[in-house]
DNA sequence: TATTAAATGTAATGAAAATTTCAATGTCAA
DNA sequence: TTGACATTGAAATTTTCATTACATTTAATA
């Protein structure tokens, strides 16, 4: 239960001082209870310890729990009004429209955790050729990261996605050059054998590591050099990763664009070498 | 000014470590800042000294008084009326926050190519675990028929990923019976292979063969029950496949949403069957 | 490869914050 | 008026937190 709807509640019971915090409280909620214990008893007129037995009252076992209570109680407020909001919005009520509208938010929010420099720089790595790239996804998570290593391998040399069986990436791992770049995709329900291997491939072998993972931080941003913590959530209980495939496609298209010449010779030679039941028609 | 606009604006001058710290704090604006020093560090991956040299790199006094900022900040955009996350959006016309843009347009305009009509009727389809359900799809889109598969494959019995090699597909294709489903996945640049399997499948086996590709249409479409067409240009030189994700992603939601129970039943034995190695943390 | 500078975490320190104890004050009923 | 009880804050205590100093590691350059 919301904590203002609990003082409402139990206004009853209350002490005059603990009335005072009570109406102190309320009347700035939720901010007023983010001082410290002794700032918020001075400007209230109250003590300390009058606090500590308002807000254990309030079931929190301390004043920290109660701090982080209202915490999480703005960040809910925050993060989760996404449909709530909309029903102001547009027309469409069905349930492919507002799934549609999640994901489009999801999308533009990505830019809430790259910044543009970061982006630079994730850029300038991928495509310096003289690096080796190395990729791999979790189990659901890995065709986002195969989705970048198909069209960078059109883009440039020396990209290997990894295999998911661990065994056989000691093969892979013994052909890692220092200074190399391994991409790792991991979103919640975080994989070990993920941070295992970079583990591997940054302190064993001098890789370095770029993550692609959520706010919550998969442990592979242990050993990484450059975090990407992109938003997953749509409100349902099942992620969306279209934040993820968007980011990917961004670099792609950057590092394409990055050596244009470069790129269309090798999409054309390669195109030349595709056994001709390839294509079939390509324009509108 | 803003913490977060400060952090985009110094990211030039910001060590490896700061930079781990900002882009934690960004992704999970402005809350992960919120918690003690200690468990900043913990969570980042760097130590409670490192945040107190960037907090007085962005010009605090300490890690209270950047404290303090954070929450001044969200209260004063609690008291303005305007929208609660408009602060939190930071704008911009670097190229990633355009490409964003561009996706996220791809991604509502879906609704354009599929009805919700359409929707009902192939979620019917998915679900109906009497049929089997075989997906595949090009070299470029087969990461979206994966997700598909890999999620699918949680929710429901019967569902196998055809293999991009043709030489193996008569092994499932004796396997397909009438009413089966086959998705497939094919967009421009479309593969000659997979309109060959469509006509095998749908004229052969009897196979009912759900098509998500593009406004040109794949040859597929002529052997297809379903044919949903979705935006995929984004106006770059190449393709966004987002919103072929999100749809993806809103059949997989409605699929597992039909039947609830059994889902979480299913997913629940799925865990359990996890080697130990699997999940690492599941919770903030 | 050796040398230097920068970056980073460990551990020690000092500061402050929160909680507990306890005595003072006020309130109410006998 | 007095005694029992509830309420309260001062002070002491304990805990937690942030910072500083320093040693180690890492990266950069010659």
Redesign the pocket.
């Known amino acids: 239960m919301n904590v203002r709807e609990q003082i409402e509640e139990m206004a009853e019971g209350f002490?005059?001082?603990?009335r005072k915090l009570a109406s102190a409280l309320l009347s700035d909620y939720p901010f007023a209870g983010l001082e410290?214990?002794?700032?918020f008893a001075e400007k209230t007129?109250?003590?300390?310890?009058?606090?500590?037995?308002f807000?254990s009252k309030l079931g929190c076992?301390?004043?920290?729990e109660f701090q982080r209570r209202l915490i999480d109680e703005l960040k809910e407020r925050k993060h989760s009004p996404v449909d709530l909001r909309d029903d102001a919005m547009p027309v469409g009520d069905g349930f492919l429209r507002r799934f549609l509208e999640r994901s489009s938010d999801v999308v533009t929010r990505v830019s809430e955790g790259v910044t543009e420099d970061q982006f630079e720089r994730v850029l300038e790595l991928l495509s310096d050729d003289k690096r080796n790239v190395f990729l791999i996804g979790g189990r659901m998570s890995d065709p986002i990261a195969q989705t970048l290593s198909r069209h960078l391998r059109q883009i440039r040399r020396d990209v290997y996605h990894m295999p998911p069986d661990p065994e056989i990436w000691p093969e892979y791992l013994l052909r890692v050059r220092s200074r190399d770049i391994f991409v790792i995709v991991d979103f919640r329900r975080y994989e070990k054998r993920l941070s295992d291997l970079a583990e591997l491939a940054a302190?064993k072998r001098?890789a370095r590591v770029l993550l692609i993972t959520d706010k919550w931080l998969s442990p592979v941003a242990e050993h990484a050099a450059e975090v990407m913590a992109i938003p997953i959530e749509s409100g349902t209980a099942w992620d969306s990763y279209c934040g993820a495939l968007a980011l990917v496609e961004a670099l792609i298209t950057a590092v394409a664009e990055q050596d244009w010449e470069a790129t269309t010779k090798r999409i054309g030679g390669w195109e030349a070498l595709r056994p001709n039941y390839g294509a079939v028609d390509d324009e509108s």
């Open positions: 002490t005059p001082a603990e410290t214990i002794q700032s007129h109250t003590s300390a310890p009058s606090i500590t037995r807000v076992s301390g004043y920290q302190e001098g």
